[in-house]
């Protein structure tokens, strides 16, 4: 076992502190600038990573509100037509053998436009005309008959009274007379039925003459000359006159989703296609009842009347119309989108008063950093504006419309219910 004089030197070996490095003050100072510039760098790293994934407070699209006129409109196409249309046809058969009008004719009431062959019809009243000759004539003959059948009775009843002639006489005689009379009855009832029959006859044979019932211009000519027409089952069309080519009228379905808002009296602009940089101007007439489906499309018709005194319009044109339904002149307008706009932080507003229903309509009024929402009563709409009946607006008001997310020029807004 070793004594403790032998062990000394190793515990004083192991015991012995480590030497440090001595590090001066030149070292220090490099040290502290670059710790220093470690943690502005991390610092300047989060800033930018915050920055960079925080989104951009919202800006707002905005519109000022001004006053104006707002026209509501109801679009809708139709048919120039004239107003009154006659179809002249024929109530007689036969071939055509002449034709005195066409198309763009002029005509005035009564006037022929056409010619029905007439032989088979005037030979018809030549063979009633005798047949009523020969009933005269069996009239006469029959009351100069009735006449000795009178005379012969009266002289019976005075020859009867001295005794002359017997009493069957005096009877047969009054029986002839009364024969003779009925037969005078019978022969004047033949008259008036020969006549009722001349008198047809002589009626379809004016009806050859094909006329014009009206005052008028002759739009369409359906038959020529030469050709057959038949009147037995259905009256052939054979010329469409228009009465007055002046006035003339748009026949338009409107749909029923449109319908409770057209009445008449309301001005109505429209265009043809022939004249597409002109602008007609009528007014609704006539508004009917009687409903039009047509592939489960309910329409109804609307008439508007039309001014054509420069013979502009032709029948049978497309016209593209916009019914004006209402109309507000110089009134207090904003955009429609306004009306629609909801911030999407409107959720988070300063102040919700419970006399304000946010359910109703309103508009988001922009005041400095300031969003406020203002209820409104609404008017007339339409495809731009609507008109602001009541509300705390004023013209010039920004009023938002709408976001740009992108756009982070502008500090964060405050949401207000007013």
């Not at 069996?138 to 020859?159: E, H, I, P, S, V």
Request: glycine share 4%.
């Amino acid at each position: 076992m070793d004594s403790p004089t032998e062990k000394r030197p190793l515990l004083r070996e192991v015991a012995a502190p480590a030497s440090t490095p001595t590090i001066d003050r030149h070292q220090r100072h490099w040290l502290w600038i670059v710790t220093t510039a470690a943690i502005l760098s991390t610092t300047t790293f989060a800033l930018v990573w915050q920055r960079a994934s925080t989104p951009p407070p919202p800006s707002f699209k905005t519109a000022a509100v001004s006053k104006g006129d707002v026209i509501r409109q109801v679009t809708a196409t139709g048919t120039v037509n004239p107003e009154l249309t006659i179809i002249v046809g024929s109530y007689v058969s036969g071939p055509i053998t002449d034709i005195q009008c066409d198309y763009n004719t002029v005509v005035t009431a009564g006037q022929i436009c056409a010619t029905i062959d007439p032989r088979p019809y005037q030979t018809i009243v030549d063979q009633d005309s005798a047949n009523l000759s020969v009933a005269d004539a069996q009239l006469t003959k029959d009351g100069a008959n009735f006449d000795y059948a009178q005379l012969n009775y009266r002289r019976n009843q005075r020859l009867i009274a001295t005794q002359a002639v017997s009493q069957d006489t005096v009877e047969v005689s009054k029986s002839l007379a009364d024969q003779a009379a009925a037969q005078v009855a019978l022969d004047q009832a033949t008259i008036e039925q020969r006549e009722a029959e001349l008198s047809a006859a002589q009626i379809n044979l004016d009806y050859t003459n094909i006329r014009s019932p009206v005052n008028g211009v002759v739009v369409s000519r359906n038959v020529t000359q030469g050709q057959t027409v038949a009147a037995s089952f259905q009256t052939p069309t054979l010329f469409l006159i228009a009465t007055d080519l002046t006035r003339m009228q748009v026949d338009t379905n409107v749909s029923e989703s449109d319908i409770g808002t057209v009445s008449e009296g309301q001005s109505v602009t429209f265009s043809v296609d022939a004249f597409p940089d002109r602008i007609f101007e009528g007014k609704i007439t006539q508004v009917r009842q009687s409903p039009q489906t047509i592939q489960n499309v309910v329409t109804f018709d609307a008439v508007v009347g039309v001014d054509n005194t420069d013979l502009a319009l032709k029948p049978g044109m497309t016209a593209s119309l916009n019914i004006i339904t209402a109309h507000a002149t110089n009134a207090l307008r904003v955009p429609n989108q306004a009306l629609r706009f909801e911030p999407t932080d409107a959720g988070n507003t300063s102040a919700a008063p419970t006399s304000v229903d946010a359910k109703g309509p309103h508009v988001w009024v922009q005041h400095n950093d300031t969003v406020i929402m203002v209820p409104v009563t609404i008017g007339v709409s339409d495809q731009s504006y609507t008109v602001i009946e009541a509300g705390e607006l004023e013209p010039g008001d920004k009023i938002a419309f709408g976001e740009d997310v992108a756009s982070s020029t502008m500090a964060p807004f405050r949401f207000l219910r007013w």
